[in-house]
């Protein structure tokens, strides 16, 4: 079983960039497929990006595309979401999550993961 630990959440002003970190131990990472999700206070939980257990086949989700970008390095067993010009509505807890499957396939629902990190906390101000 895999755990899962977020980090690199800030406060940051609008324009800024972040990278996010989701660090996995207990299990051997380069078998999950990981994504990216956020929610923000009285929304539901939306995904932001994922990616399959290579890293060959990534998405990104429109609110995101062209800002966010999400690598891994499965020797550091870590997944990176790197997030430039941020936006105030980019506001919201981040999560990561893992899926033990291999495949070119992503996953961008929530109940298609089985592991999830406790969230790290990403504030834009304008």
């Known amino acids: 079983q895999v755990q899962l630990v977020e980090s690199g959440g800030a406060l940051v002003q609008a324009g800024d960039s972040l990278r996010l970190s989701c660090a996995a131990s207990?299990?051997?990472?380069?078998?999950?497929?990981v994504g990216w999700f956020r929610q923000a206070p009285g929304k539901e939980r939306e995904f932001v990006s994922a990616?399959?257990?290579?890293?060959?086949?990534?998405y990104v989700a429109d609110s995101a595309k062209g800002r966010f970008a999400i690598s891994r390095d499965n020797a550091k067993n870590t997944v990176y979401l790197q997030m430039n010009s941020l936006k105030p509505e980019d506001t919201a807890v981040y999560y990561c999550?893992?899926?033990?499957?291999?495949?070119?396939?992503?996953?961008?629902?929530?109940?298609?993961?089985?592991?999830w990190g406790q969230g790290t906390q990403v504030t834009v101000s304008l």
């Open positions: 999550a893992a899926k033990r499957i291999s495949g070119r396939r992503v996953y961008t629902t929530t109940y298609e993961y089985d592991y």
């Open positions: 207990g299990g051997t990472f380069s078998n999950y497929a």
């Open positions: 990616l399959n257990w290579s890293g060959a086949s990534t």
